[in-house]
């Protein structure tokens, strides 16, 4: 199992940043190497919303359905793998002052398979840590683009 | 009497072959196949660098029957990214099977784990009793010709004029995804399949083989048969999935005639012509 955050600050409040990531359908557009990010349940959003999802790790791409356990307005949202892949992760917004916010994003991942399955774990690693952190630099100019225009 | 006793055997060899199958089908371990896919990932994406694309154009459920092309002799390195591309995309919890040569599955070691990834025995049976259970299938219709081709005949589909997919898809009334990659065939250097040298050996009747390959192969050098499979080189291996074709809709009651097959057939030379063109600096890149 291996796990991976990666952190940026955003100078707008929460709420600007959490109506970003609250958007599931927009994923596909700023997460890095998310190719499919789409719903699977009535539910649109909160805790039981399913979503198909895939992202480009080396020579494939890999996913599964992930379910949404957790979300706090302005605060937090949270999912975990159903089926595919075994992973979770989550969006973690602490406000830090009124105008600016500390964006972290998470996502851990067992791929079993023993002494290979490790190696691979951190070859992969390597991999999402680097799109978690394009996917904060584009989250950072998505929100301040939204403002500028708002 | 005799009639009888004839029928008799025919009905134990029928049920004998349904239970076989039905054990192969069971044989599938979801969990260790997801065990292996991390060593899987790292032969296709370190030493073969392989490209997968369009497995988005795959219907999210039901069962499909994937109709590829397959090369590197008996390594068949595509298959094992196919295998991956498959199981990672869309987990291991939905099934797929992938038929290959008894000569594969009766391995002693080799077939065991062959078996547990949904490896079964090839036959028409055995394809139709997997469709049923809402799987999909993953079969290559050129078998030992096709893997076997000579180098020069890399970037061809040879499926040898064989239709039995296209009476499957028929009868299971499922649709064909087709299934194309190049490299394989610089894995290693196969000089010629030796159908001329098989015939006159009977290997057809013998062993169900068309082919005798003659190729230069790690580590044996000159390696005849590749009966002990060989070393393949680290040449780039490209796929791609494309668009379903539905021969029952298009073709209805002719779903199997000659006419679907060269429409398929034309389909996958067009689009491993196009993979093929994408290649920069063989077998490297």
């Known amino acids: 199992m291996i796990s991976i955050t990666r952190s940026i600050i955003i100078d707008r409040p929460a709420a600007d940043v959490f109506a970003l990531v609250d958007d599931p359908a927009r994923y596909p557009e700023f997460f890095t190497g998310v190719t499919r990010w789409e719903s699977r349940s009535k539910r649109k959003r909160g805790p039981g919303a399913k979503y198909r999802v895939l992202m480009k790790v080396g020579s494939i791409e890999a996913g599964g359905t992930v379910v949404v356990t957790e979300r706090v307005a302005n605060r937090l949202i949270g999912w975990e793998a159903e089926k595919g892949i075994s992973q979770r992760g989550r969006w973690d917004l602490r406000p830090i002052d009124e105008d600016s916010t500390e964006v972290s994003l998470e996502v851990t991942f067992d791929l079993s398979g023993g002494p290979i399955g490790t190696l691979v774990e951190r070859m992969a690693g390597r991999i999402v840590s680097r799109n978690l952190w394009a996917t904060l630099l584009a989250a950072r100019r998505l929100v301040e683009e939204a403002a500028l225009s708002g | ?285």
Request: without cysteine.
């Open chain 2, 1 to 285: 009497m005799s009639a009888q006793t004839a029928r008799a055997v025919t009905e134990d060899e029928r049920k004998s072959l349904v239970r076989g199958t039905a054990a192969e089908l069971d044989a599938r371990d979801p969990e260790f196949i997801r065990y292996q896919l991390p060593g899987m990932w790292l032969f296709s994406t370190v030493y073969f660098r392989a490209e997968v694309s369009g497995f988005e154009r795959v219907p999210e459920d039901g069962p499909v029957m994937f109709v590829g092309n397959h090369s590197g002799g008996n390594m068949t390195p595509d298959s094992m990214v196919f295998m991956l591309g498959f199981n990672t995309y869309f987990g291991v919890e939905r099934p797929i099977y992938a038929l290959a040569h008894s000569l594969v599955t009766s391995w002693p070691i080799v077939g065991r784990l062959a078996k547990r990834w949904g490896i079964i025995t090839a036959g028409p049976n055995a394809a139709s009793a997997a469709l049923k259970t809402g799987a999909s299938v993953l079969v290559y219709p050129g078998g030992d010709v096709d893997t076997h081709r000579p180098w020069t005949a890399r970037h061809e589909i040879r499926f040898d004029g064989r239709r039995g997919f296209l009476r499957l898809a028929k009868r299971a009334g499922v649709p064909i995804v087709p299934v194309v990659s190049v490299g394989g065939q610089d894995t290693y250097l196969p000089l010629t399949d030796g159908q001329a040298a098989a015939r006159f050996l009977r290997l057809d009747k013998l062993a169900r083989l068309k082919v005798l390959p003659v190729s230069l192969a790690l580590p044996w050098g000159l390696n005849v048969g590749d009966f002990l499979g060989h070393i393949p080189l680290p040449a780039k291996i490209r796929m791609e999935v494309l668009e379903p074709i539905d021969v029952n809709e298009r073709f209805g009651e002719r779903a199997d005639s000659k006419d679907a097959y060269d429409y398929v057939v034309d389909r996958m030379q067009e689009s491993l012509t196009a993979l093929a063109a994408d290649r920069v600096l063989p077998p490297l890149l």
